[in-house]
């Protein structure tokens, strides 16, 4: 991957960290770093902020999507963590670090 974008993995795994210290629980990963013709196979659109190395879709054990959500919603406004999108879906809770607000919820 090219510098910048590890760079990007690097500080994401940071906020991550920091979350996995708070909480004193595993935190799994889905899917962070995804190449574009990766990205581009399972149908996200090129602007995805995992192309960029910005964003992970992760299971925080014993939590459901929303409660993660909120939970990263809470160290974002104490400035714990980096701002930037929050997504809550069936099965796991998107968060990347983009530097600004983004919210959504596809749950079914």
């Not at 990963?29 to 996200?44: A, D, E, F, P, Q």
């Not at 929303?66 to 929050?86: K, M, P, R």
Request: hydrophobic residues 30%; glycine residues 6%.
């Amino acid at each position: 991957m090219p510098d910048n974008v590890l760079d990007n993995v690097k500080k994401l795994a940071l906020s991550l960290q920091k979350v996995r210290d708070k909480i004193k629980k595993p935190i799994k990963v889905n899917s962070s770093y995804r190449c574009l013709h990766h990205n581009r196979n399972i149908g996200s659109n090129d602007s995805s902020q995992h192309v960029l190395g910005k964003a992970a879709d992760i299971v925080i054990k014993g939590q459901i999507p929303e409660q993660t959500a909120n939970l990263l919603e809470v160290l974002i406004d104490n400035d714990e963590i980096s701002q930037g999108g929050l997504g809550v879906y069936n099965t796991f809770t998107h968060y990347d670090i983009r530097g600004k607000k983004a919210r959504w919820d596809y749950r079914k």
